[in-house]
C-alpha cells in the first residue's frame, strides 16, 4: 500500500518532502530509525534525487559547487589514510578501532571519491550513514577521529543546501528529464520508509515510535495541503524545514 501519493506535488516539493522526512527521522533520535537498507535507500535516493534536478541547470554556484566536492574528497581520502596508518599503531585499543572501521572505507571502493558527482553523494550519505552506527562511533571516539567524521558531513550537508538553496529564488523548477524519471524511485523509497516505521510502531507499542510515525504523516499532510494555499513556497509549508535546516549544521541528509 503507498500511504504516500506524490503525484500532485512538483518536483521542488517532493524533493523538500524527502529532505523535512529524512531530517524528522535524525531529529527523533531513535538510532534504530536511521539504520538498515530501508533508511539507507531513502537518503540515497533522495541525495541523486536532489542532484537529479539540479544537474542540467547552471549558476555562479558552480564553481563553490566544484571545490565543495574536490574538499569533500580529499579530506574522505585522508580519513582513510589516517585510519589505515593507525591499524598499524603500536597501541592495542588503536589498533582495533582503526581494524573496525577500515573495512566500511573499503567495502565503499573507490565510489567515495573517485565516481560522478551525483553517484558519489548518494555513497557517501550511506557511508556516513554506516559511520552513525554506535559501535563505529565509538571507535571514531577512540582514536580520536569524531571531527573528522564531523567534516565530511559539514562538506556533505554544505554540497546538498547549495544545489537546493540555488533554486530557492524561483517559483518552480523546471522539470529535467531525469529527475521526472526518478520520481517513482523516491516515492517508493519514502513510502517503504514510512511503512517500515509505522509497521515498528504498530509492534514496539513505544510512544517514540508512534510519535515519529505521525510526524512523518505531518510532513506528508503539509505538502500536500501546501499545493492550494501557496505557489511551491516550500520554507513557509514545510512544518520542519527550519528544524532540517537547523540540524544540518551538525548531520548529513
Known amino acids: 500500500m503507498r500511504n504516500f501519493s506524490t503525484s500532485k506535488l512538483t518536483i521542488r516539493k517532493l524533493s523538500t ?10 531529529k527523533s533520535g531513535i538510532p534504530e530509525a ?25 549558476s555562479s554556484q558552480n564553481q563553490s559547487l566544484t571545490a565543495i566536492s574536490a574538499e569533500r574528497s580529499r579530506i574522505i581520502s585522508g580519513f582513510k589514510g589516517i585510519v589505515y596508518n593507525l591499524t598499524k599503531s603500536p597501541i592495542q585499543a588503536e589498533r582495533d578501532a582503526a581494524n573496525l572501521l577500515y573495512p566500511v572505507f573499503t567495502s565503499f571502493g573507490r565510489s567515495l571519491t573517485k565516481t560522478i ?10 557511508f556516513l550513514a554506516k559511520l552513525r552506527e554506535q559501535k563505529y562511533t565509538d571507535a571514531l571516539n577512540a582514536i580520536n577521529l569524531s571531527s573528522w567524521k564531523s567534516k565530511v558531513e559539514e562538506l556533505q550537508q554544505s554540497f546538498v543546501d547549495q ?11 523546471n522539470v529535467t528529464k531525469s529527475a521526472t524519471g526518478m520520481r517513482e524511485d523516491l516515492t517508493d523509497a519514502i513510502n517503504n520508509y514510512y511503512e517500515w516505521i509505522h509497521a515498528t510502531s504498530i509492534v514496539n507499542k513505544q510512544e517514540i515510535w508512534k510519535n515519529l510515525a505521525e ?5 506528508y499532510n503539509n505538502a500536500v495541503s501546501s499545493i492550494s494555499t501557496s505557489s511551491d513556497n516550500t520554507s513557509s509549508t514545510d512544518s520542519s524545514s527550519s528544524a532540517t535546516k537547523s540540524e544540518t549544521d551538525s548531520t548529513a541528509k
Open 34 to 58: 536511521q539504520q538498515g537498507a530501508v533508511f539507507e535507500e531513502l537518503v540515497n535516493q533522495d541525495a541523486l534525487f536532489t542532484l537529479a534536478i539540479a544537474r542540467s541547470r547552471y
Open 17 to 26: 518532502l524527502s529532505i523535512n522526512l529524512i531530517g524528522a527521522v535524525r
Open 163 to 173: 544545489y537546493v538553496d540555488r533554486d530557492s529564488d524561483q517559483k518552480d523548477i
Open 215 to 219: 510526524t512523518l504523516m505531518q510532513n
Open 117 to 126: 558527482i551525483s553517484e558519489q553523494t548518494g555513497v557517501i550519505n550511506t
